[in-house]
C-alpha cells in the first residue's frame, strides 16, 4: 500500500527528474511533468479485492498517488464522490446519462483533489510557502488545503473574478491581494515573487502533482462503474487538468490489468466565448492558441490558454473524442434542466457538459444508447449570482 | 437489514400512530410524532460486525430507519460526514476539539439528511405535493430532494432571507413565493394551503420522518468515536431537530447494546439575538417562549420558537449539558478562527459552537482535556454576503 512512484518525466522530450525533490516545469521544454509509477509493482498490492476493503476516499489508490508516506496527507475529509444516475434526462434524450457529482468535495469544488494531493506532497517535499493567480475554485481550494497543512499561501485574484472564491480563501487564511487586471496579470506577478522568495510555484500545472489529485476522479469512476467505463466522458475544459488526470488514470489502470483496453472517447467542452482547445481541435492543431477577450458565465472554462493544452489534445484525439463550444444562453438553460429535471443543484460548467454532450449526439459523436457519464466540477452555490426569475410574492394570512 | 419501525408515538401523551399512514402531528398535543422500533429486531442484524461491510452512507443503519423498502430511498448520493481533527485550536484551548462536517452532504448542509429520509418516506407513502415555509438551507434541500422523488414542492420564503436558499429552491424547480413578513408569516400560508390542497406539511417536525434523517448524524459519530461517544456535542440550535435526532440515536444504540450508558453532554448553542432555549434552560422552564425581535447573522439559529424545545430542554438536562448564547461579533470571530486555523471554511453556525464550547470551559460545564465534537451544519459558501476584510492590491508586472 505504499506509493509505486518512480520519478518525473517531461511528456514533451521524456527528460526524467527525480520525485523526491522540488520541482516546477521541464528545465529545457517549459512542460508540466508528469509521475511514473511502476505499475507492475502497484498491480500487485492494488487489486479489486484489497481496494474493497480500504476507506472510501480519493485516498484508497495509495500505490497511485504521489505520496511517498500515506500518513503524510493533509485532508478535510474527502469521500469519494457518487456517480448519480439522471434517469428523466436519459429517458428524453436516449441516452444512459450520469453525473460524477465533484460538489460534495470539501470547498465545494473538484479542485479539492489537486489541492489535497498537491499540498500533501508540497508539505512532504518541505515546503513551507507556496504562490498561485486564480480566477475560480482553486484558490479557495489550495487556500483551505495550505491553512490545513500549516504552510502559508499567497494568492494574487483578478479584481474581477467571482467574490464567492475570494471570500474562501480569505477565510481560510491566505494572503489574498487582488490585481486590475487578468488572470495572466496576476500569473505575473506569482512569478516574478516566486522567483524572489523561492516559494513554491503551485499554479497549474506548475508543479506535478495537482494532475495526480484530479486523476482520482478516474481511479473512482472505473471502479465505481464495475471495473469498466463509459462510451464517452463529458468534461468542461479550462485547464484541462482533470481531463488529462482522468486520461492518465485509465491508462495506468489498463496497464495494471485493472480495466480492458476500451476507452472513453473523452470530450472536452468550452464556452463558445473562451474555446481556444476547441478552435484547435477543429483545425487539426496540436496546440492551442492564446484566445483572446476570453468571456463565460462558466468562469471554470474560462481559460484562454492552457499548459497542458496539448495533453489534452492529444488524448481527445486518440480517444476518438470531440471538443465542442457552447453558448452561455444554453448552458446556463441546461444548468436548469439538470436541476429541476434530477434534483442536483449543478454549477453553470455541469450544464456546459450536457450541453455539449447534446450537441455531439446531434453530430453522431454520441450515439443514442451509449452511457455518458458528465462530470460537474463544482456546486451550483458558488455561482450565487447567476440570472434566474425572480419569485412571485404570496399574500400573508391573518395572524 | 429491513426498517425495525414499529409505529409512531405522541412524546407527551403516549397516544400511538400506525406508521403506514400519512401523518403530521399528534391529534391530541399537537406535538412532534416520533418514531418507534423494535430495538431487540434491529440489534440481531445491526451489528457492529455486519455495519463493517456496508455503504459508506447514512443508508447503512437500515434497521433504524423508517423506509419500509430501502430500495425506494431518495438519493443525491450522500456519504457519511467525517470528523475533522481541530489539532492547533485543540492545543490552543486545552480540549480535544473535533467538528463533524455537514457541509459536505449534498445541498451543502445537514438538512439533506432530514430532506432524504424526509421525502423518501413522503414517496413511499404517495405524497405527490408537499409545502414548506424556510429561511434557510431546508427549502433548498427539500426542493432538491423533493425534484429527485419527482414531488411537487411548494415553498414560502420570506422577502428577507438569504438570497442563496431562494436561488436552490428555484433551480431545482420548487414552487417558491415570497412573502413580505417573517417565517411564521409563511408558516401561515403553509398551512392553509396544506388545509386546502391536502398537500403533505413537510414544516420542521411536523412529519415524523426529517428527524429520523437528523438522527443518523448521531449514528454515524458514535461509530466513528468506535461506538463510544464524545464528552459534550455541541449544536447550534434552531428548531433543534439535529440535537433531538442525535439525542434519539444514541439512546437506540444504547437499547441494542452497542454503545455504553455514558451519553455526551448535549449543548444547545444560539445567538444572543433569538435565544428563547438558553432563555428557557436558565429560567428551568420546560418549554420556550416566542423570542421578539429575533435576530442574527447565524440564520439557521433564527428560529424564535421551536416545535420541539421541550424534547431540546429534556436532552439538556438529562445529559448535564447547558444552553448558551453567543453574540455575533464572537460567532464570526470563530467563523474565522476554524476556517484560518485549521483550512474547514465553516458557517457562521460552526463558529457560533466553538463560541459556545469555549464560554462552557470557562463555566466549567466541559472540563479540560474533555473531547467536544463540534457540529458543523453547513458550508462557509451558503454565507456569501459575512463581513470580511478586502485584500489589498497588488501592482501590476510589465507584461
Known amino acids: 500500500m505504499t506509493s509505486a512512484m518512480i520519478d518525473l518525466y517531461c511528456p514533451k522530450c521524456g ?71 439522471l434517469p428523466r434526462l436519459s429517458q428524453k434524450y436516449g441516452i444512459a446519462l450520469s453525473l460524477k457529482d465533484e460538489a460534495l468535495l470539501p470547498t465545494g469544488s473538484f479542485k479539492a483533489r489537486g489541492a489535497a494531493v498537491g499540498v500533501s506532497r508540497a508539505k512532504e517535499l518541505g515546503v513551507t510557502e507556496l504562490a498561485m493567480p486564480t480566477n475560480g475554485n482553486a484558490g479557495g481550494a489550495w487556500g483551505a488545503y495550505a491553512a490545513r497543512a500549516g504552510i502559508r499561501a499567497h494568492v494574487i485574484i483578478p479584481q474581477g473574478a467571482p467574490a464567492v472564491n475570494r471570500l474562501e480563501a480569505v477565510m481560510t ?31 497549474t500545472l506548475k508543479e506535478p502533482y495537482r494532475i495526480e489529485g484530479k486523476k482520482t476522479i478516474g481511479l473512482e469512476l472505473a471502479e465505481q462503474f464495475g471495473w469498466d467505463v463509459p462510451d464517452a466522458i463529458v468534461y468542461p475544459t479550462g485547464g484541462g487538468v482533470g ?57 471554470g472554462v474560462n481559460v484562454p490558454k492552457a499548459l497542458g493544452d496539448f495533453l489534452v489534445l492529444e488524448s481527445i484525439a486518440r480517444t476518438g473524442g470531440a471538443a465542442v463550444a457552447v453558448e452561455d444562453d444554453e448552458l446556463l438553460e441546461r444548468q436548469r434542466e439538470i436541476s429541476a429535471a434530477e434534483g442536483v443543484f449543478v454549477c453553470p460548467e455541469g450544464g456546459a457538459v450536457l450541453a455539449g454532450a447534446l450537441a455531439l449526439l446531434r453530430r453522431g459523436v454520441i450515439q443514442p444508447g451509449d452511457r455518458v457519464l458528465l462530470i460537474n466540477t463544482a456546486t451550483g452555490l458558488k455561482y450565487p449570482d447567476i440570472p434566474y426569475a425572480t419569485p412571485p410574492f404570496v399574500e400573508r394570512q391573518g395572524a
Not at 35 to 42: R, S, T, W
Not at 254 to 270: C, D, F, N, S
Open 15 to 85: 527528460a526524467r527528474y527525480s520525485a523526491d525533490e522540488r520541482r516546477q516545469l521541464c528545465t529545457f521544454e517549459g512542460a508540466p511533468l508528469l509521475v511514473d509509477y511502476d505499475l507492475a509493482k502497484a498491480a500487485k498490492t492494488m487489486t479489486k479485492a484489497s481496494l474493497a476493503g480500504r476507506e472510501p476516499s480519493m485516498w484508497r489508490y495509495s500505490e497511485l498517488s504521489p505520496l511517498r508516506d500515506p500518513a503524510a496527507r493533509v485532508s478535510l475529509g474527502e469521500m469519494m464522490t457518487p456517480i448519480i444516475d
Open 243 to 299: 481531463l488529462i488526470g482522468i486520461d492518465k488514470a485509465l491508462r495506468e489502470l489498463y496497464a495494471m490489468g485493472l480495466i480492458g483496453p476500451r476507452m472513453p472517447k473523452m470530450i472536452a467542452v468550452q464556452a463558445s466565448g473562451c474555446a481556444p482547445i476547441v478552435k484547435a481541435f477543429d483545425e487539426g492543431a496540436k496546440e492551442s492558441v492564446m484566445w483572446q477577450n476570453a468571456h463565460s458565465v462558466a468562469f
Open 173 to 203: 487564511g491566505a494572503d489574498v491581494r487582488l490585481i486590475d487586471g487578468l488572470i495572466s496579470d496576476a500569473g505575473r506577478v506569482v512569478a516574478k515573487e516566486v522567483a524572489e522568495h523561492g516559494w513554491y510555484d503551485a499554479s
